[in-house]
Nanobody, 114 residues
Framework: QVQLVESGGGLVQPGGSLRLSCAAS????????MSWYRQAPGKMRELVAIITTGGGVTHYADSVKGRFTMSRDDDKNMVYLQMNSLKPEDTAVYYC???????WGQGTQVTVSS
């Protein structure tokens, strides 16, 4: 059974940090590029970051460059999104995705507010 389970979301003040995690199971994790998306209320889901197999290359949306860092651990079947200098406009539900298989997690809510 394929599962992608995100965790680590919550409420944080502007300028704060959060680390999201995504635990993968039920498929060959190391073969898939992995990505983080987000969807804010009333907006379309957008790509935040993507990491290649092996973790050699990452790409980021312009809106998060320099603030977010994506990584993966193929031994643990995990992907992470370190989010620093958070802004209110980062508020959204964050999803991880296994690109090769088009699998999605259920999402974790991130709210940036004072």
């Amino acid at each position: 059974q394929v599962q992608l389970v995100e965790s680590g979301g919550g409420l944080v003040q502007p300028g704060g940090s959060l680390r999201l995690s995504c635990a993968a199971s039920g498929f060959t994790f190391r073969r898939s590029r992995m990505s983080w998306y987000r969807q804010a209320p009333g907006k379309m889901r957008e790509l935040v970051a993507i990491i290649t197999t092996g973790g050699g290359v990452t790409h980021y949306a312009d809106s998060v460059k320099g603030r977010f860092t994506m990584s993966r651990d193929d031994d643990k079947n995990m992907v992470y999104l370190q989010m620093n200098s958070l802004k209110p406009e980062d508020t959204a539900v964050y999803y991880c995705k296994a690109e090769l298989y088009d699998y999605w997690g259920q999402g974790t809510q991130v709210t940036v507010s004072s």
